[in-house]
């Protein structure tokens, strides 16, 4: 079974530029967490989306947003970037119901100059 | 409000020697604890997790953690250190299921 997929691996911006980033969770998960995980400062939770819908945010600034869509894949974009946006942005998924564990992508290494 | 705190940024054990990374959090409700490795440049990965039952898991690799509810606490321990279980580790907790709030992470150096 394949795991949560995320792309592109390395994404390099220019400060100002837009980011988008994309992530597939696993068959059958509907939930899709973001989060950013930058030097020294753990995971930060950046977005969560279940059946297509918003269900919580970050204290993160509105520049960051995403969607979901109709197969549950998800995309994170980022506008107007700034070098602190530089981070490893990891995508998870799990299942709605149960109580399930987040599996976790590879992440997507963005660096902005 | 809901928070985990992991103490030590930086833990170094021999090989061979006991890991203990210590994980405290707050939570309203009776929470859901999880354990995750991060190696270098990866996603992270599912060590253990506690949900109901028996307070002391079990996970992969060697690892258990065992569920405090008086001290608050989800500790994680491995008897025998080895080289391959040095990387970063994510203490989680989940209070309502759908949402997971991460510690900081400890940073595991394991000297030859």
Known sequence: EAGVTQSPTHLIKTRGQQATLRCSPISGHTSVYWYQQALGLGLQFLLWYDEGEERNRGNFPPRFSGRQFPNYSSELNVNALELEDSALYLCASSLRQGFAEAFFGQGTRLTVV | ?112
């Not at chain 2, 929470?31 to 109901?52: C, D, E, H, I, R």
């Not at chain 2, 001290?71 to 209070?95: I, Q």
């Open chain 2, 1 to 112: 409000a809901q928070s985990v705190t992991q103490l030590g940024s930086h833990v170094s054990v021999s090989e061979g020697a006991l890991v203990l990374l210590r994980c405290n959090y707050s939570s309203s409700v009776p929470p859901y604890l999880f354990w995750y490795v991060q190696y270098p440049n990866q996603g992270l990965q599912l060590l253990l997790k506690y949900t109901t039952g028996a307070t002391l898991v079990k996970g992969i690799n060697g690892f258990e953690a065992e569920f405090k509810k008086s001290e608050t606490s989800f500790h994680l321990t491995k008897p025998s250190a080895h080289m391959s279980d040095a990387a970063e580790y994510f203490c989680a907790v989940s209070p309502t299921g759908n949402q997971f709030y991460f510690g900081t992470g400890t940073s595991l150096t394991v000297i030859p």
